[in-house]
């Protein structure tokens, strides 16, 4: 393609971009197809003669568009907004334009420094402390996604862990300190509450540790709290294992609960060796709003924070921010360096190399896109956003309320997540409204609601939720998540 085709071609496809999203309400927010409906649309042998963009171009329409979900759609409200604005598209194309590896700052030093640059804009706008700035000893870096950032924050963990751990055990040789490495990790364990995202299990699994879930309770709105932070580590250590990474969150994907930091960190303090990582995926972007920056403050103790951009923020995937408190945590960990790698800006100390940031080498230029997000919106524009999801999310939950008689909020609205299910007919359900419907104490305050208890109103109500759920599905009118919490559908 030459210059000129190019820019008929992408002219076009601009046009298309915006037809999509000016049109985008007339389409279903789900697709119609089957499982392999695209084998059937497509040869099953690569071109052998190149095509113009012309004929390329029609396939879209005719068979890329009958697979997507759209996830910008007015009636998609399942898992969570996956942000798309044109100044993200534009920060999008630049980068595929100037594609680079950028693992170095050598490799295009404007790379590394607006990434620095935006990410100590966003800790400011979040009213993060100042431990996560770049000034210090602290720092930002983007990655892929909020799993992403937590497999690379719990393998620095873990190597902290250790290399504290021998350090105290005057474990110096070489091969010595390989074979006692190799044998605590066997025994380390992660923590989390049962409402964590998958993704630190998964983090667990890769960082070849043992994971560990501690419970947590509706009557206390599914937050975890430092006193079951302190059991369950007393539990762990009585066991004769190494607990060494607390998973926090802000938001969790279920209900979106917030965990008592405060509490944790008072608790934490006599751990210092564990590392505390906040997970705000979603929610981090509401701390745009100076009314949840009482949740900022109390991040002071955290030795990570990832909030997702690409969530809520207006910036296109992918766009994960993650904050430490000590840059030399993930660089002790992660930085190897070997001749080809090697260079003057490096050696001199002066210069960030991202590579030693996270797990795989090359990047892409991800703050290009968040520059041109922050610079077109300012903060006001964001706060502007976020509170406008907030009023949406609290006429959705007052129509809801109004239809007591239909739907019970399982907990109270939190962020703009609203969490329902379906009271079924002629029933007294145990589970009460939370905002007082019900007069009786919550049912069960020290036990979560188990899905093996015999159980017959849950299990109705569970049915009739999942039952609502299935209906809307099939109409593919609206696309909404269902998920099972503590054995409530
Ligand atoms: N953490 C929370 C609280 C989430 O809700 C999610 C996804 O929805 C994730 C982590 C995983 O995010 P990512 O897809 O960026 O890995």
């Given at each position: 393609?030459?210059?000129p085709?190019?820019?008929?071609?992408?002219?076009s496809?601009?046009?298309?971009i915006?037809?999509?999203?000016?049109?985008?309400s007339?389409?279903?927010v789900l697709?119609?197809?089957s499982?392999?409906?695209?084998?059937?649309?497509?040869?099953?042998?690569?071109?052998?003669?190149?095509?113009p963009?012309?004929?390329?171009?029609?396939d879209?329409?005719?068979?890329?568009?009958?697979?997507?979900?759209?996830?910008?759609?007015p009636?998609?409200m399942?898992?969570?907004?996956?942000?798309?604005?044109?100044?993200?598209?534009?920060?999008?194309?630049?980068?595929?334009?100037l594609t680079?590896?950028?693992?170095?700052?050598?490799?295009s030093?404007a790379?590394?420094?607006?990434?620095t640059i935006?990410?100590?804009?966003?800790?400011?706008i979040l009213?993060?402390?100042?431990?996560?700035l770049?000034?210090?000893e602290?720092g930002?870096?983007?990655?892929?996604?909020?799993?992403e950032a937590?497999?690379t924050?719990?393998v620095a963990?873990r190597e902290?862990?250790i290399r504290?751990?021998?350090?105290?055990?005057?474990?110096t040789?070489?091969?010595?300190?390989?074979?006692?490495?190799?044998?605590?990790?066997?025994?380390?364990v992660?923590?989390?509450?049962a409402?964590a995202?998958?993704?630190?299990?998964?983090g667990?699994?890769?960082?070849g540790?043992?994971?560990?879930t501690?419970a947590?309770?509706?009557?206390?709105?599914y937050?975890?709290?430092?006193d079951?932070?302190?059991?369950?580590?007393?539990?762990?250590k009585?066991?004769?294992?190494h607990?060494y990474?607390?998973?926090?969150?802000?938001?969790?994907?279920?209900t979106?609960?917030?965990?008592?930091?405060?509490s944790?960190?008072?608790?934490?303090?006599?751990y210092?060796?564990?590392w505390?990582?906040c997970d705000?995926?979603?929610?981090?972007?509401?701390?745009?709003?100076?009314q949840?920056?009482?949740?900022?403050k109390q991040?002071?103790?955290?030795d990570?924070?990832?909030?997702?951009?690409?969530?809520?923020?207006?910036t296109?995937f992918?766009a994960?921010?993650?904050y430490?408190?000590?840059?030399?945590?993930?660089t002790?960990a992660l930085?190897i360096?070997?001749?080809?790698?090697?260079?003057?800006?490096?050696?001199?100390g002066?210069?960030t190399?991202?590579?030693?940031w996270?797990?795989?080498?090359?990047?892409r230029?991800?703050a290009l896109?968040?520059?041109?997000?922050l610079?077109t919106?300012?903060?006001?524009?964001?706060?502007?956003?976020?509170?406008?999801?907030l009023?949406?999310?609290?006429?959705?939950?007052g129509?809801?309320k109004?239809?007591s008689?239909?739907?019970?909020?399982?907990?109270?609205?939190k962020?703009?997540?609203v969490?329902?299910?379906?009271?079924?007919?002629?029933?007294?359900?145990k589970?009460?409204?939370?905002?007082g419907?019900?007069p009786?104490p919550?049912?069960?305050?020290?036990n979560?609601?188990?899905?093996?208890v015999?159980?017959e109103e849950?299990?109705?109500?569970?049915?009739?939720?999942?039952?609502?759920?299935?209906?809307?599905?099939?109409?593919?009118?609206?696309?909404?998540?269902?998920s099972v919490v503590?054995g409530?559908?």
């Amino acid at each position: 393609m030459t210059g000129p085709a190019f820019v008929e071609a992408a002219g076009s496809v601009v046009k298309d971009i915006e037809q999509y999203y000016s049109n985008l309400s007339s389409r279903p927010v789900l697709p119609s197809i089957s499982p392999g409906y695209l084998q059937k649309l497509l040869p099953s042998t690569p071109p052998v003669q190149g095509e113009p963009w012309s004929e390329i171009e029609k396939d879209i329409e005719r068979t890329i568009m009958p697979g997507i979900t759209h996830w910008q759609h007015p009636k998609y409200m399942a898992f969570f907004a996956a942000s798309s604005t044109y100044p993200g598209i534009l920060g999008e194309m630049w980068a595929a334009a100037l594609t680079s590896a950028n693992f170095n700052w050598i490799c295009s030093p404007a790379v590394t420094e607006l990434e620095t640059i935006v990410l100590d804009w966003l800790a400011q706008i979040l009213a993060l402390p100042d431990v996560f700035l770049s000034k210090g000893e602290g720092g930002g870096v983007i990655q892929g996604s909020a799993s992403e950032a937590v497999v690379t924050v719990m393998v620095a963990a873990r190597e902290r862990y250790i290399r504290r751990q021998l350090e105290r055990e005057g474990v110096t040789d070489p091969e010595e300190v390989e074979d006692r490495s190799c044998e605590l990790r066997g025994k380390l364990v992660a923590i989390a509450s049962a409402e964590a995202h998958s993704s630190t299990k998964k983090g667990a699994i890769i960082a070849g540790t043992r994971f560990r879930t501690i419970a947590v309770h509706r009557s206390n709105e599914y937050a975890l709290t430092g006193d079951q932070v302190r059991t369950k580590l007393e539990e762990l250590k009585a066991k004769g294992l190494h607990p060494y990474y607390l998973a926090t969150t802000l938001g969790s994907t279920n209900t979106c609960s917030v965990d008592d930091f405060v509490s944790i960190a008072q608790v934490i303090k006599e751990y210092p060796n564990i590392w505390i990582h906040c997970d705000a995926a979603y929610a981090g972007s509401a701390l745009v709003l100076p009314q949840y920056q009482y949740l900022s403050k109390q991040m002071a103790f955290l030795d990570s924070f990832d909030m997702n951009m690409h969530k809520w923020l207006l910036t296109n995937f992918d766009a994960s921010c993650l904050y430490v408190r000590k840059r030399k945590d993930l660089t002790d960990a992660l930085s190897i360096t070997p001749s080809y790698l090697k260079n003057d800006f490096t050696d001199s100390g002066l210069v960030t190399d991202y590579r030693d940031w996270q797990i795989p080498l090359g990047r892409r230029f991800r703050a290009l896109k968040i520059w041109f997000v922050l610079r077109t919106w300012g903060v006001e524009g964001l706060q502007q956003h976020i509170r406008h999801h907030l009023k949406l999310a609290d006429l959705f939950a007052g129509l809801v309320k109004g239809r007591s008689d239909i739907f019970r909020i399982l907990t109270p609205p939190k962020f703009a997540l609203v969490v329902l299910m379906v009271k079924p007919k002629n029933t007294q359900p145990k589970l009460p409204d939370v905002d007082g419907g019900d007069p009786r104490p919550y049912q069960d305050q020290q036990n979560p609601v188990n899905p093996e208890v015999d159980d017959e109103e849950l299990q109705k109500a569970n049915e009739i939720t999942k039952e609502v759920y299935t209906r809307v599905d099939a109409t593919k009118e609206f696309f909404l998540t269902a998920s099972v919490v503590s054995g409530v559908y």
